[in-house]
């Protein structure tokens, strides 16, 4: 019984990383009044699933797609085996960006210093690199912030 409880806790550390992201761009959408649906989408052992969040919208900068990954490592987040089934996605994932207008991002959180957000370019770069580096800054895609900056 106990062995099953530690189980359930330990996968939700993940789910609890993809409510953050979620909460925190919910958090931005209200403080900034704009109009956007963002959710989570339910993971399921037996389907493949993409993305972990979709933040759907009318306006062009919040139609987002984005893929969450954590490690322990305070640094570095290495392409390991469970990021290389990702790479097989990969092309994948890109016709479905390509096909549907979203813009992609991946969010690592590392360790538990901090958080980085990746734009379609920097993935591509960190996979022919191998890792990707923790930059720190921070949970909201790039893209919200730059809105920001203009208006």
Same mark, same amino acid.
């Given at each position: 019984?106990?062995?099953?409880?530690?189980?359930?806790?330990?996968?939700?550390?993940?789910?609890?990383?993809?409510?953050?992201?979620?909460?925190?761009?919910?958090?931005?959408?209200?403080?900034?009044?704009?109009?956007?649906?963002?959710?989570?989408?339910? @993971?399921?052992?037996?389907?493949?699933?993409?993305?972990?969040?979709?933040?759907?919208?009318?306006?062009?900068?919040?139609?987002?797609?984005? @893929?969450?990954?954590?490690?322990?490592?305070?640094?570095?987040?290495?392409?390991?085996?469970?990021?290389?089934? @990702?790479?097989?996605?990969?092309?994948?994932?890109?016709?479905?960006?390509?096909?549907?207008?979203?813009?992609?991002?991946?969010?690592?959180?590392?360790?538990?210093?901090?958080?980085?957000?990746?734009?379609?370019?920097?993935?591509?770069?960190?996979?022919?690199?191998?890792?990707?580096?923790?930059?720190?800054?921070?949970?909201?895609?790039?893209?919200?912030?730059?809105?920001?900056?203009?208006?």
């Amino acid at each position: 019984m106990l062995k099953k409880i530690v189980r359930k806790s330990s996968s939700l550390k993940g789910l609890n990383f993809e409510y953050l992201v979620v909460k925190k761009i919910k958090e931005y959408l209200l403080k900034k009044k704009r109009l956007a649906y963002c959710y989570r989408l339910k @993971q399921s052992k037996y389907t493949s699933q993409h993305f972990d969040i979709l933040c759907d919208s009318k306006e062009k900068d919040l139609y987002l797609a984005i @893929q969450c990954k954590s490690t322990k490592n305070e640094k570095v987040l290495y392409v390991t085996s469970h990021v290389k089934n @990702q790479l097989k996605k990969y092309e994948q994932i890109l016709n479905i960006i390509l096909n549907s207008g979203r813009a992609y991002y991946l969010v690592c959180k590392f360790g538990k210093i901090g958080y980085s957000t990746y734009d379609a370019d920097e993935i591509s770069t960190g996979l022919k690199e191998g890792k990707f580096i923790n930059k720190n800054n921070g949970i909201l895609p790039q893209l919200l912030i730059n809105a920001d900056s203009e208006s």
